[in-house]
């Protein structure tokens, strides 16, 4: 699924994240680590949103981050832990845009608005939405498109019970279904039984490593 070569991120010299040589096979992995750990900045950077040295391959089809960006932007989907979005527009808009980007199929988006009903709120500006209203929009947007890889960061925040294991149903789904690859990040613990995790990684001492 990805492959990290010589990865190094750095904020200035503090050489914040540091990943010589590791492979990860097609599966849903759970990131671990203290708050401050470098879990957030790992997804980022993978979603290539922060620059970093080194590379990142999608395994399957050697695409580079570095070399083929569009292509690769294409194909790792990513919901950042608190998002941020233009107040001024509404769910609906925010999600064409995306849909556009991701070359979503049309009315791809129906299912997750239904399944999270968000039906009520969807065409209201997004300045009116509270913090779950914003998570919710928030991981719809990552399951838009057909990705190899979708990134969640802390998706256990901000999230009610119900909304929680609705959304354990569409990781399955797309991870069965599709062959979709997940890696989830938190600092909490992942109730057992909920999602069919291939293996457990821990951000540790600027680096990631698996829990045996």
Sequence with gaps: MLQFINFTKRYGTYPALKIDDLSLETGIYWIKGVNGSGKSTLLKSIAGILAFDGDILLDDSNISIKKQPVVYRKLVNFAEAEPIFPEFLTGTEMIALFADAKDAPAGQEQQYIKSMQMQSYVD???????????????????????????????????????SLAILNTWIRERYEQEGTGFLLSSHQVLEDGSLPVSRELLVEDQTLKFIS
């Design 124 to 162: 209201k500006p997004i300045g009116t939405y509270s913090s779950g209203m914003l998570k919710k929009l928030s991981l719809l947007l990552a399951f838009l498109g057909q990705p190899k890889i979708i990134l969640l960061d802390e998706p256990l925040i901000t999230i009610d019970a119900a």
